[in-house]
């Protein structure tokens, strides 16, 4: 799902704009080395407070998390 057509809500602690994050999900180690596997996951962030959802698997399920207020301060 792009972004493209999706209104994302100001931020709750500053009005700043929301912006789509993703990172890969680390697996754990073996043997001692670090591997990632090609889990995501996606999260939604303000660009000004850095204020976040939590870490979700869809981001269908992220965006619903921000729109709704579900966000913490990272501050």
């Known amino acids: 799902m792009k972004l ?4 994302l809500k100001p931020c ?20 001692g080395v670090k591997f990632c596997s090609t889990k995501r996951e996606r999260y939604i962030r303000c660009s000004v407070c850095h ?8 981001l269908e ?3 619903n998390c921000w729109n709704l207020g579900e966000i913490y301060s990272v501050k």
């Open 51 to 58: 204020a976040r959802t939590r870490p979700v698997g869809m």
């Open 12 to 31: 709750l602690y500053c009005g700043g704009k929301a912006e789509y994050k993703s990172n890969r999900m680390k697996d754990g180690f073996k043997s």
């Open 61 to 63: 399920n992220a965006i």
């Open 4 to 7: 493209k057509n999706v209104e």
